[in-house]
RNA sequence: GUGGCUGUAGCUCAGACGGAUAGAGCGGUUGCCUCCUAAGCAAUAGGCCGCAGGUUCGACUCCUGCCAGUCACACCA
């Protein structure tokens, strides 16, 4: 078992015996946390509990923190000290590391997988961005950071289903259909008018031409509605093999790729007669609303225009529904800032469908700005002025824009400098990284070359510096970070801890060696960097950052 | 106007249900390759944690008000 874990049951069994001495009194114990002191001097894991306790119990903290010291007892434990206002510090043996140590080594590529019994299933959609263009940085940044917050949730054991939603219904396509048409007549010599909302970027050129490469003028002789349904199909199959291109060059990949279309009429008019029996929704001017303010709304909204179009709210209530009966306990989607509106209306809607809105997760991510040379770079969907996915990677490469991404919290504006990110130099957190993998991947090979090999069993308990236990600690306490970072669902942590752990290995790197001292500490040591690369392998592999083994 | 997010070192940002001296990267200064990758390490300078109140033994963290930036407030998707 986790020593963190034995450690708080060791609390709680002391605390449960002063109760019983009637030391303490037996009602409002206050939570017991244990955490990892500021510094290493105040020991391996000190707690408050002390100092909470204390209005509680009527008590003076620290004498409560000598009893509860007094009554704590295992052979893990080295000692406790009392410090400050009232913090306990706990000290644990040097060998309770070293069976941590072998833990990890034991657990090999599997360590930071946690196991769950029964798993919640957890959907997270992601990107769904319109199929009428390319991606661009905006969506960039959805991607990168739904597929690591899917990594993520798999490694803590969840059920975990990703999805892409494809709005292929509804005027946006339409007008993707009028754009192509309106490129396709250009190209062709007969000039017409460019649709007010079309789509200006070079893609829709592209497909134009590639229609005319294939058939020649012949969609020409068909009626302009005939010929609107014929590119809109081609358009949408070029525009979505576009989209699953460019994600898988990102390393990003959904298990459904859910279409709009499926839900019209049928899901949509059996949602809205659902609504319509349980009194969530009434007619009015012609329209069919929502009574989304008696679920906190700010009014109510339109499902069915009064031109009997469903709008794309009803859409998504059909859409919700069925991630609902497909039985997901959690059901997370991730959006850009610009819809912040929108998630007080599908909650609402969630809720007039008998499910619960807080299983229902909105993640927003806040809005990406690019700059170059120290000046922003303006985007526009519409003018396809944008810098897309494709080029972003093409200019700094998956690894760079996906750890770029990942590394800041999803709730702050993301200011994306192309510069720093392409620099192949030390200014680039994500080289930082690898760098530390690729240094253990070259002592492997050194050894290899020199003879020297891995121990059954090695003396772990060599390893004494400094630099070695902190490697150690780090490594131990990468099950609980995921953990967190999962149940928080911030992936960004675990940048954060790759990065930290690769910190931990450099310095160690400098400070002790491997090849050239006594066998056994050289085996030891092999083990445990052997440890660490398989560690930044794990925390790469959730953020999607490659692991090289050369640079 | 209403609502969401943000405001922490020169710059970009972390900071676990309130706790012991507020952290990292970049940039600055100073050292370190006869030795497993110097894309590295070590040291050092740099902070009214937006402002003002409040709650608390204790507030960057919680509450209220204000200021600033940003995104949004459709029978568009």
């Not at 946390?33 to 290493?40: A, D, G, Y």
């Amino acid at each position: 078992m986790d020593i963190k874990e034995t450690l708080l049951k060791g609390i709680v069994a002391a605390v449960e015996q002063a109760v019983a001495e009637g030391v303490f009194p037996s009602d409002q114990c206050p939570e017991i946390i244990l955490e990892v002191p500021p510094q290493k001097e105040f020991g391996d894991f000190a707690t408050s509990f002390a100092m909470k306790a204390a209005r509680a119990y009527k008590m003076n903290p620290r004498k409560i923190a000598e009893e509860l010291a007094s009554r704590l007892q295992g052979d893990w434990l080295e000692k406790t000290e009392i410090a400050g206002p009232g913090f306990i510090n706990f000290y644990l043996k040097s060998d309770v590391i070293y069976d941590q140590l072998a833990a990890i080594i034991a657990a090999g590529s599997e360590y930071g997988n946690l196991n769950q019994e029964n798993p919640p299933k957890i959907q997270v959609e992601y990107v769904s961005a319109n199929p009428t263009g390319p991606l661009h940085v905006g969506h960039g940044r959805g991607a990168a950071a739904g597929s690591a917050l899917v990594n993520l949730l798999r490694a803590a054991g969840y059920d975990v289903s990703s999805e892409y939603y494809i709005n292929d219904a509804g005027n946006q396509i339409d007008n993707l259909a009028a754009s192509v048409n309106a490129r396709y007549l250009e190209l062709l010599g007969k000039p017409t008018e460019f649709p007010e909302n079309g789509y200006h970027g070079q893609d829709i050129v592209d497909t134009a031409k590639r229609i005319i490469k294939k058939s020649g003028d012949a969609y020409l002789k068909l009626e302009a509605a005939e010929r609107l349904e014929v590119f809109k199909e081609v358009a949408l199959q070029e525009k979505l093999a576009a989209l699953k291109e460019d994600l898988a060059a990102f390393n990003v990949e959904h298990d459904v790729w859910f279409s709009e279309r499926t839900l019209h009429p049928d899901a949509v008019k059996d949602a809205c007669h659902f609504l319509q029996e349980n009194g969530n929704v009434y007619e009015q001017d012609g329209a069919l609303w929502l009574k989304s303010t008696a679920y906190g709304d700010d009014k109510d909204r339109v499902v069915i225009r009064d031109n009997g179009v469903p709008t794309y709210l009803a859409a998504d209530i059909a859409y919700h529904r069925d991630k609902f009966v497909r039985g997901f306990d959690k059901v997370i989607n991730i959006w850009g800032a610009d819809h912040h509106g929108y998630i007080c209306r599908v909650k609402a809607a969630v809720k007039a469908l008998g499910y619960n809105p807080d299983d229902l997760e909105v993640m927003l991510l806040q809005m990406v700005s690019l700059y170059r040379n120290g000046e922003l770079v303006k985007m526009s969907k519409r003018t396809g002025q944008s810098v897309t996915l494709a080029e972003l990677i093409e200019e700094v490469g998956t690894d760079a824009a996906r750890y770029f991404f990942i590394m800041r919290s999803l709730d702050s504006q993301l200011d994306f400098d192309l510069d720093l990110a392409k620099s192949k130099s030390n200014e680039n957190p994500v080289y930082y990284i690898q760098y530390a993998h690729a240094r253990i991947c070259s002592i492997f090979r050194q050894a290899a070359e020199s003879g020297l090999t891995m121990a059954a069993r090695p003396k772990l308990e060599l390893l004494t510096d400094e630099s070695e236990i902190t490697l150690i600690k780090k490594m131990a306490a990468y099950g609980e970070e995921i953990a967190y970072a999962a149940s928080e669902r911030a992936p960004h942590r675990i940048a954060r801890y790759a990065h930290e752990i690769a910190s931990d290995f450099h310095s160690f790197y400098n400070r002790c060696r491997i090849m050239g001292v006594d066998t056994d500490l050289a085996q030891a040591r092999l083990a445990l960097v052997g440890a660490v690369a398989s560690v930044i392998r794990h925390s790469l592999g959730i953020l999607g950052v490659s692991a090289p083994e050369k640079m």
